[in-house]
């Protein structure tokens, strides 16, 4: 069973301190919407699917603090509190769908009382968290086809458990082809600057018995050029209606090493994903990070003191150089304008 | 002035220790061969032609060491020191082409007195230092015309002077570029696992004034589809006959990336690095390192205990994605089968 991140028990929402891994397994409690939203800001707990069930909470635990006396009053403040949780990532647009769905939720039921619009807000969190697990394992089984026998399959920063609900997009399909019987060896982007890959991905594929080798962002291609590695797959942060897909920095240059040596390059995320609101990838806020992530490592420090840094968290790849786009409700491959409106919009 | 990372005075070999830049300035100090051996294995010194300079030494410090009657006895020994010295790293030719000089040296020097021979040796040492940085200079010359003014060029591990006797291959194109009037800013790739970009060419560029940004390997894709990067330039630890290059791991990726950006993609470096003896990079032994530069940061643990790791230190960038190879003795664009053997064989 593979680890689940984010936990919801007796009124507290608990999850692993992402930055400690693989060190050290530290599990944080919350209970306010604003350590929420810090916990997001600064990567306690990171991938975008994993911040949408994050901010769910958060949102409902804002909503437990409102006193009002109209649901107009408390839909006030309780925008207030997904504006807190909104400035926290720009990129992943499951924060922003999650984030929405409350406030869609909370609209539904205005109706209830206060005390019942509250409970309610809880368990849509929850709802939220449970979809986002069962989803994973639908699109796991969607995507494990793809996956040769004896495949030797790339992947860049975390997609997996720790990055949702569980069992993980990319990592998710993994995990679907190894239950389905096939033998899969993964290799591991570290993923600079963060290290994702050598910190997460690592941890939660041993965990599970699948087999890793870690190998540097740019030792990729090398592996490649020696026919090391048979295909690629990633998560996402953003899809846009055209197939255009943001995540990590590096996965672009992983796009473009796949198609230099003509291997698949697959990406695997849920719908809530895909922003058909933005036409093409140019309209994706790309987040610049600290740029200590970069010049230091923990307290060592690795470049020289006041040398510029660029430390740009995403990219975007385009789709041309997408084979397949995986989610729960099947696989698009390529016309992705029409493809992707299609899966979005298709009863669940 | 940019700074010499050798330097031989008193009859003493002073090298600065390359693993604990930029944080500290430490400069080790070497007489005896087996020491210059361990420092070129462990990377005290590092960069194809720093070895070369610092494998010079080592064997002219060997023959010191020898006591023998004849030229023939001699000549046993000093064999087997530079046995030695060449068992530390396989991949830079320029080691193995210092220890061929040393050894064709003592040949033609046979007729001396083991005093007077000993003394000869030192002497084409301290030659072949000096030899490298005028080659640089001359190099970087050469190469400079390929720099537009204005131009961001993107480099991939140190090709600096740090790597060399001084100036450098690579910055040393930079520094003749910036020498003859025009604007440059450097974009560095910090190069992973051992952060030669980070530590090294930040530094020292930084040293000198001018302009760099540094990025983690998995960006330059990323800046490049921003326009953002006018052309690639690095240094080689082997060029076979036709073309093909040794670097450092990464560099091919970085010219995939240039040829899908259609970028300029250059490599500098001195006639020494060329190995007319194989015809193409298939012949290249790529040296595999320590997983714990993969796994560790310091004394800080990046990933989890056991995992499999991959570290291959160089990989080999295709003749066919190469725009020109600069040398001290002209620039090669294209046709490099013939091209680099007629710069090769050209008199000096």
Not at 36 to 61: C, N, S, Y
Not at 72 to 81: I, R
Not at 142 to 156: Q, S
Not at 294 to 308: D, F, I, K, N
């Amino acid at each position: 069973m593979s680890i689940k991140p984010i936990l919801y028990e007796n009124n507290v929402l608990k999850m692993i301190d992402q930055r400690l891994l693989p060190v050290e397994e530290l599990w944080l409690e919350y209970t306010d919407y604003r350590a929420v939203a810090e916990a997001i800001k600064t990567m306690v707990v990171r991938g975008a699917p994993a911040i949408g069930v994050a901010a769910a909470f958060g949102a409902a635990f804002g909503a437990r603090e409102i006193v009002a006396e109209s649901y107009e009053a408390f839909s006030v403040e309780f925008e207030k509190v997904c504006a807190v949780l909104g400035a926290t990532r720009p990129t992943a647009v499951n924060l922003f769908w999650a984030l929405d769905r409350m406030k869609r939720c909370a609209d539904a039921h205005r109706t209830l009382s206060l005390a019942g619009l509250k409970a309610r807000l809880i368990g849509e969190a929850m709802e939220i968290a449970a979809e986002d697990l069962r989803l994973n394992r639908t699109l796991g089984k969607n995507g494990a086809e793809l996956i040769p026998d004896n495949a030797r399959v790339l992947t860049h920063c975390n997609a997996g458990a720790l990055a949702t609900g569980g069992y993980g997009t990319a990592l998710g399909v993994i995990r679907a082809a190894v239950e389905a019987g096939k033998k899969v060896a993964v290799i591991a982007d570290e993923t600079r600057p963060w290290l994702q890959g050598a910190r997460l991905t690592a941890w939660e594929l041993q965990r599970d018995n699948i087999p890793v080798t870690l190998i540097c962002d740019n030792m990729a291609g090398h592996l490649m050029s020696k026919g090391e590695i048979d295909c690629v797959i990633v998560g996402a942060d953003r899809i846009a209606a055209n197939g255009d897909t943001a995540n990590k920095i590096g996965t672009y240059t992983v796009a473009v090493l796949a198609r230099e040596h003509g291997l698949p390059f697959y990406v695997a995320a849920p719908i809530s994903t895909i922003d058909l609101a933005i036409p093409d990838g140019s309209h994706i806020p790309i987040e610049e990070r600290d740029r200590r992530e970069v010049t230091h490592s923990g307290e060592r420090q690795l470049a020289p003191e006041g040398v510029a840094v660029r430390n740009p968290a995403f990219d975007v790849t385009p789709a041309r150089l997408i084979t397949a786009i995986i989610t729960e409700r099947g696989v698009a491959r390529g016309n992705y304008g029409v493809e992707l409106k299609k899966l979005a919009t298709k009863d669940k």
